[in-house]
């Protein structure tokens, strides 16, 4: 089974709801059938690289609301990750644009360390005290070498603005398919939608519904005991 999540680097309930998900995973009976894909979703696409400002000044003014109101947020978020195990700074983080961490995704799901990379990302980004977005591309370097990635490779895709582009717009424009108008989004063998950071029980039972859903084999045609070769060998003919 294939559960495809939508998400951004800069959603904190794209952060809670991951570890909702993986809590709800680790329970599952046939959780090494999982195959689980991160796909590209930008909250704020038309933030210029290098546009970075504080997480509460672009709440007060994305949204209209009062700087009491946006801290009293972040602090409600910070409840809510602490519960899933999770460090979470409520103040002090900063805000920016996002396309070239996910082309980064999209090069280490290639060479299979996308999760390790956007774990990294989700820690950097939520709980230490260094930023994200201010530091430059070295920073990027720098966390990508901890999931196990080259760095010469990371700074020749952040050198190449169009390296990776194409398959974050195309995740954009998929989302936009599907009906997701927000993150995180899952998608269960392209069959069950989940929207949002979701309690565990919720991730749980819609795993069990695909799974059980799941077509199966039948057989036709010919006979039962034709020859056939399996994991002890070959069946050796008799006639």
Not at 144 to 171: Q, W
Request: aromatic share 8%.
């Amino acid at each position: 089974m294939r559960v495809e999540i939508w998400s951004d680097i800069a959603c904190p309930w794209c952060y809670v709801g991951k570890a909702r998900f993986e809590k709800a995973l680790a329970a599952f009976p046939h959780r090494d059938q999982v195959e689980v894909v991160h796909r590209s979703f930008e909250l704020d696409p038309g933030r210029a690289k290098g546009d970075t400002q504080p997480v509460i000044t672009m709440l007060t003014k994305k949204y209209g609301m009062s700087e009491a109101q946006a801290q009293a947020g972040e602090d409600n978020l910070g409840a809510q990750a602490a519960a899933e195990g999770l460090d979470y700074r409520t103040r002090g983080r900063d805000h920016g644009n996002t396309f070239d961490l996910h082309r980064l995704l999209h090069f280490a799901k290639e060479q299979g360390r996308q999760d390790e990379l956007i774990q990294v990302f989700y820690r950097a980004n939520f709980a230490e005290e260094r930023s994200l977005f201010t530091e430059g591309d070295e920073r990027l370097v720098e966390l990508a070498v901890e999931a196990g990635l080259l760095a010469a490779d990371i700074r020749k895709i952040l050198a190449d603005p169009e390296a990776y582009a194409d398959d974050v717009r195309a995740d954009e424009r998929e989302a936009a398919e599907l009906g997701a108008n927000g993150v995180p989004f899952f998608v269960l063998d392209r069959k069950y939608g989940v929207s949002g950071a979701q309690p565990s029980e919720a991730f749980a039972q819609a795993l069990t519904q695909a799974w059980g859903e799941r077509p199966s084999l039948k057989l036709v045609g010919g006979s039962d005991e034709a020859e056939a070769c399996g994991p002890d060998g070959c069946a050796v003919p008799q006639h």
